[in-house]
């Protein structure tokens, strides 16, 4: 599995990894072959960035305090979750808006996704 990122954004693939800052390929939360077969199933890449976003919030990187031993480190009185959490709801919001945009709701109503 490969994870790479192109910051020219010539693929969907790389604007989900831009928007959701998962860019370094020696750290990538998300492998290219994830976020292609999201991006397959999804109607749009707003919706499938969600998705994958989701998946981040997941796997851990709502994490805002660690603790090992006599360490310990948070990362300030700003949750990083709950604004990570926001860009997955604007994105999945933008998703669903453009959905209604070019179907009228008829492609949400057959899709059966929680816009």
Do not use: H
Not at 1 to 6: I, K, V
Not at 42 to 49: D, M, R
Not at 69 to 82: A, D, Q, V, W, Y
């Amino acid at each position: 599995m490969t994870a790479t990122y192109n910051s020219s954004l010539p693929s969907d693939k790389d604007w989900v990894r831009f928007v959701l800052g998962d860019r370094d390929g020696s750290s990538a939360v998300l492998q290219d072959e994830e976020i292609n077969a999201i991006l397959a199933e999804e109607a749009n890449k707003y919706l499938a960035a969600a998705i994958c976003g989701e998946a981040v919030l997941a796997l851990g990187k709502d994490a805002v305090s660690k603790s090992v031993g006599n360490l310990s480190i948070s990362f300030g009185s700003s949750s990083p979750e709950s604004a990570y959490r926001a860009l997955v709801s604007r994105l999945r919001e933008r998703g669903c808006q453009l959905l209604l945009e070019t179907s009228g709701g008829a492609v949400l109503r057959s899709l059966g996704t929680d816009c």
